[in-house]
């Protein structure tokens, strides 16, 4: 795919998505960083019903450790594998206290020594909290990133590793914002209708539902 084919594709994008925002609902790092850890493997709608009533009262470090695990699984029971997310959480919320005075660390490094927080996860905290151009592969942006030909590849990484090199510079701190909302409501794992896509015609797909 041609660098100017790549722009006009995110052009094209920004111009459909002018208000693209993440729908996770977060008011500080600490709370982006736990609605990210809990939406593995869930929808964020699941995971802002539960950190709605969460955050009323736990949204710091310290309030979510107190909770202890067996009370957090309860608080988060309706999200998918609830009992591990709450004892990640538990032992994130301590590190974050004992290694960091309690803030949400601003470096892949460190993000990534927590437990519960993988690459996608750091991605979304880097590039959403702290300003960082990176771009956080879901599943919605690998399958988005293979079928255009955006960025093909087997992997996570290669497509992450794909789409930092093709991206332009100017598109890339909103990259993610754009490319998972476009996966997740028009170019769909199934039912998707080319016909609505504004980027028909930059897509590569050989297989175009019109």
Not at 11 to 29: R, T, W
Request: glycine share 6%; net charge positive; with cysteine.
């Amino acid at each position: 795919m041609t660098p100017a084919k790549i722009n006009r594709i995110y052009s094209k994008l920004a111009q459909s998505l002018p208000d693209a925002k993440p729908e996770l609902v977060y008011e500080s790092n600490f709370e982006l960083l736990v609605a990210v850890m809990l939406s593995a493997q869930a929808t964020d709608k699941s995971v802002n019903a539960v950190t709605s009533v969460l955050f009323k009262t736990h949204n710091t470090p310290e309030a979510i450790l107190k909770l202890g695990v067996n009370r957090l699984t309860q608080k988060i029971q309706t999200i998918g594998l609830a009992p591990t997310k709450a004892r990640n959480l538990i032992r994130t919320c301590s590190i974050l206290l004992e290694q960091h005075n309690g803030e949400v660390p601003d470096n892949r490094q460190d993000l990534e020594a927590l437990p519960g927080v993988g690459r996608k996860t750091a991605n979304v905290v880097l590039n959403e909290a702290f300003g960082h151009p990176t771009i956080a592969v879901d599943t919605h942006i690998f399958r988005l990133s293979n079928r255009t030909g955006l960025a093909p590849g087997k992997t996570v990484e290669q497509v992450e590793e794909g789409l930092l090199k093709a991206t332009p510079k100017k598109w890339k701190q909103e990259a993610h914002r754009y490319l998972i909302l476009h996966g997740r409501y028009v170019c769909k794992a199934k039912g998707f209708d080319c016909s609505q896509c504004v980027i028909q015609k930059e897509c590569e797909f050989g297989d175009k539902q019109l």
